[in-house]
Nanobody, 125 residues
Framework: QLQILESGGGLVQPGGSLTLFCSGS????????IGWFRQAPGKEREGLTC???????TYADSVKGRFSISRDSAENLVYLHMFSLRPEDTANYYC???????????????????WGQGTQVTVSS
């Protein structure tokens, strides 16, 4: 059964760092574009970053220079490295997988096919 699972969330102080993990079961993440999204209470889901099958990356302006996405093919993982965290980064973080027509493409729209259940990140002192 195909399953995507996020992990690594938790409580971190402002200015701190955290790495989130996206793992696949029944799915080889290398075969898909992977996106990271987040949703805070009362707000719409926001696309943060994505990585294509060919490892091209895209970042939203809100996280550019602070967040980094990468793959670990051997472990079937996709990481979201987060630095210089702010209270406004507090949200439930999701990873998602989808196929794109062009292997070099990925997107920040939330129309991906496969989604995890999310992991909570709280930035607070």
């Amino acid at each position: 059964q195909l399953q995507i699972l996020e992990s690594g969330g938790g409580l971190v102080q402002p200015g701190g760092s955290l790495t989130l993990f996206c793992s696949g079961s029944g799915i080889q993440l290398d075969d898909f574009a992977i996106g990271w999204f987040r949703q805070a209470p009362g707000k719409e889901r926001e696309g943060l970053t994505c990585i294509s099958v060919l490892d091209n990356t895209t970042y939203a302006d809100s996280v550019k220079g602070r967040f980094s996405i990468s793959r670990d093919s051997a472990e079937n993982l996709v990481y979201l490295h987060m630095f210089s965290l702010r209270p406004e980064d507090t949200a439930n973080y999701y990873c998602a997988a989808d196929g794109f027509l062009h292997l070099s493409d990925c997107g920040l729209e939330d129309d991906y096919t496969y989604w995890g259940q999310g992991t909570q990140v709280t930035v607070s002192s």
